[in-house]
């Protein structure tokens, strides 16, 4: 289980017990935030440094993936640096807290005038850090400070985690592409290819009661606005064993799938409906082998706990965009119990299962990580999801179904639309901003708010 180091200070000749108070209340928030925490503290700048040292003890003695650095007063700066240097590898943050009134009468610890002596120490020392501070009448900012180590929660899972793709640049697309070793060093996310032969002969080597048991248990409860093709059900479930078999082995939290030119062209079978199944399991998905789309999903995964779906743009208007998908939706996207789905085909395509289900509304975060000129770029706009318009795509089996989409508002359409780098953007649902500046911050990458 992840763990957060929180160390607090106070000046020696300020009394030990409203140091403690102020150290323990601020420690219980944060708790309170869902943290479990390594708690050091008092820490005082006495001269023989006693606790100083005692405290590195005590927090070597764990393992944790941030550190809180809590000041409850005014400390010189030095006393904490003798205590950060040793986790100088670990994201900080630096918390200020407050003083209190009694009656019409101001008390305080100077714990800004600690906080501000050490801003510009930690940034000049290379720390990854943020500095929050508390005011006296509001509440206090624990949320602000668990999020940021929620964060660099995050950013050491994706030291780990790996992304499974079949195949490779899908209809020779240029926004799929990306550079391995790169990607790897700026977020530590590996993408792993595996062959679409593999998962064939995983496909044919399945016994039918396997398959018939994901149709019954799985398939056959979605909601069906007419009859499926039984062949049809049993292809996806056994593609869908097949690909999860590998994820499974293998550790992939993310999967992508040759589409058009790999699963429909080679396997005559659209793959909305496997995407959908493993999306059920937990995993991010997303079509057409898009890299850094996978990527960016699973970062907003480890970030907020979504399984962060994609959309991508169909028409712009003046003030919103119109963002569907011409196959799935992730399955916390789906505004209802399960899948509405829907036998069709598409063109010269074979009959598949498509995902035509209406899609939540509300406040909601695109993203899309993007690499530019040898330099990664966290492309962040913040929309009002809307349900869209009665719209169609043409090509499909008359009556055309109603795809799954929103109509998102986002201001500056034609600010977006010079700068927009993909036809794919990754959706959150809230406000993630703040989420996404703390960690690309502790990963290195700029931020991009686009239309702001």
Known sequence: MAKIGF????????PVDVIIRKCSAAAEALKAEGLDLV????????????????????????????LVVCVAGWIPTHAVVKVTEHFRHLPMVLWG????????????????????????????????????????????????????????????QLLTDKVGMAGYRDMNLYGTLYDGLSLKKATGIEIETFEMLEIQQRYEALNEAAKREVVNNRILKWNFLKPANDEAMLKAAGYYLAVKAIADERGYKSISLKDVDGMKKLCGFPPAPIFMLLSEDGYTTVPENDSLGAVTQLMMNRLTGQLAGYLEFYEFFEESVLAGVPDFVAADMVDGETYTVLPAAFGLLSQGILNVSKVKTGVLTMSRLVYKDGKYTMQVILGEGKEPPKWEECGWDAPAPQL??????????????DNVACQHYIIT?????????????ILGIAVDYVVE
């Not at 160390?7 to 300020?14: K, L, M």
């Not at 943020?130 to 940021?148: C, L, Q």
């Open 404 to 417: 799954s989409a929103l109509e998102i508002k986002i201001g500056d359409v034609e600010k977006f639309a």
């Open 97 to 156: 807290l407050c003083g209190w009134y009694e009656g019409d009468r101001l008390v305080t610890t100077a714990d800004q005038a600690g906080t501000t002596g050490l801003r510009g120490t930690f940034e000049g020392l290379g720390y990854k850090f943020k500095y929050v501070y508390d005011i006296i009448g509001k509440k206090t900012r624990s949320a602000a400070v668990a999020d940021y180590c929620r964060a660099a929660i995050a950013a050491k």
């Open 39 to 66: 708690t050091v503290y008092p820490v005082a700048d006495d001269y023989e440094e006693t606790q100083v040292k005692s405290a590195v003890e005590a927090l070597k003695k764990e393992s944790f993936d941030a």
């Open 7 to 14: 160390v607090g200070f106070g000046e020696v000749n300020t």
């Open 429 to 441: 649902y809230g406000d993630n901003r703040k989420k996404i500046a703390d960690l690309c911050s």
